[in-house]
């Protein structure tokens, strides 16, 4: 058996994916980076799989824990977004983001089970404070992150009689490529105007003065470190504050704010 700690990340070819395969890798962990492309970070052992077919990733488990014979942390961050109004949104977009955004992740947090009750290990997923804070026209973006934050909250409750943690991490803007690789639909303008345009383009503006990707890497490393970790971790303390005063507020007064910023 690996006398290294073993740890997997999903989305590990760029952004945060690949600054946390990365910074794991730094710290002395055996790092596993699982991504469409097969690439990762240097030091890392990158594999290439569709995490969507479950056979595969079942498969991808099964061929770490025969490599390793252990498996100490998952991290489940491949994700993807799509912008544009609801009633313009095609069933083939809806069902490629729930398929990565959510029912990967749930199903990688089920095959991770058996290995991590045995190292009394760690599950981490990638939510976002859009989670929290729902962002028009980004509507199925925020239903996924907010589903990722809840099931992982309830999952770490199933699991913690075996000493399985489970945290989610909620990242707010982030300068990564994601901003580039949103699938983008501006159909509708004859109903919503020039409002889904203005909409995307204050979230994307938002990301590109966002924090790096190696911030959120480093909340994730923490939580993977931590005896107790938090059930969620929000990055940042500008958006920590905003999480709880949503929490705190009247929601009508916050969905109002939220209008304003991003619909109006």
Avoid: W
């Amino acid at each position: 058996m690996n006398d290294k700690k073993v740890a997997v990340v999903f989305g590990a070819s760029k952004g945060i994916g690949f600054a946390t395969a990365e910074l794991f890798a730094s710290k002395g962990y055996k790092v596993y980076g699982v991504s469409r492309s097969g690439t990762s970070a240097e030091g890392v052992t990158a594999i290439s799989a569709d995490i969507t077919d479950f056979s595969r990733l079942n498969e991808v488990y099964e061929n770490i824990y025969a490599a390793e014979g252990k498996i100490d942390v998952v991290v489940n961050n491949a994700g993807l977004g799509i912008s544009g109004a609801v009633e313009f949104t095609t069933d083939e977009q809806v069902a490629k983001i729930l398929s990565l955004n959510f029912s990967a992740l749930e199903k990688s947090c089920r095959l991770a089970a058996k290995y991590l009750r045995e190292t009394k290990g760690k599950i981490i997923n990638l939510s976002s404070v859009a989670g929290a804070l729902p962002i028009p026209f980004q509507s199925y973006y925020t239903a996924t992150k907010a589903a990722v934050l809840e099931f992982s909250r309830a999952y770490n409750l199933e699991l913690r009689p075996y000493g399985v943690k489970v945290c989610a991490v909620l990242p707010g803007d982030t300068k990564t490529a994601f901003t580039a690789s949103r699938d983008k639909n501006e159909l509708g303008a004859e109903v919503y105007g020039d409002r889904i345009k203005r909409s995307v383009s204050r979230m994307e503006r938002d990301e590109t003065h966002g924090v790096a990707p190696i911030k959120v890497a480093k909340v994730v490393y923490s939580l993977a470190k931590a005896k107790n970790p938090k059930p969620y971790k929000v990055v940042g303390f500008g958006y920590k504050f905003l999480v709880v005063l949503a929490r705190l507020l009247p929601t009508r007064l916050v969905d109002y704010i939220l209008y304003s910023m991003y619909a109006k």
